[in-house]
C-alpha cells in the first residue's frame, strides 16, 4: 500500500489551472518536510516545490509565481496549486516526503499523476 497517493493530474490548456493533492499517511505526514517534483518525457526528475512541517516554502524557478505549494495538517494531505499553466510544465507530478532520524534520510514518493498542458 503506498504511503503517499496524489490525484488532480490531467489535461490543461495553457494559462489554465490545475490542483495536485497528495493524501499521506499520517505518521509520515506529522514528521516530514513534504515536496512535489516532476518529470518531463526524456529528462530528469526535477524539484518543484517544496513545504517543511512549520509551513516554509521554497519554489525552483519553473513554479515561482505560478505555482502555490500548502499542506493541511488536518487532513494530512498536501497541495500543489498551478496556475497560468505553460505547455512545458506538461511532466508526471510526484509527490514527496522525507524526513531524518538523526543522519540518515527517509524519503517517500507517490505514484505520479500526469500533467498536460496542450492546446
Known amino acids: 500500500q503506498s504511503q503517499l497517493v496524489e490525484s488532480g493530474g490531467g489535461l490543461a490548456q495553457p494559462g489554465g489551472s490545475l490542483r495536485l493533492s497528495c493524501a499521506a499517511s499520517?505518521?509520515?505526514?506529522?514528521?516530514?518536510?513534504m515536496g512535489w517534483y516532476r518529470q518531463a518525457p526524456g529528462k530528469q526528475r526535477e524539484l518543484v516545490a517544496t513545504?517543511?512541517?512549520?509551513?516554509?516554502?521554497n519554489y525552483e524557478d519553473s513554479g515561482k509565481g505560478r505555482f502555490t505549494i500548502s499542506r493541511d495538517n488536518a487532513k494530512n494531505t498536501v497541495y500543489l496549486q498551478m496556475n497560468s499553466l505553460k505547455p512545458e510544465d506538461t511532466a508526471v507530478y510526484y509527490c514527496?516526503?522525507?524526513?531524518?532520524?538523526?543522519?540518515?534520510?527517509?524519503?517517500?514518493w507517490g505514484q505520479g499523476t500526469q500533467v498536460t498542458v496542450s492546446s
Open positions: 514527496n516526503a522525507y524526513y531524518f532520524l538523526g543522519a540518515k534520510k527517509t524519503n517517500y
Open positions: 513545504i517543511t512541517l512549520s509551513g516554509n516554502t
Open positions: 499520517r505518521s509520515i505526514f506529522t514528521i516530514s518536510t
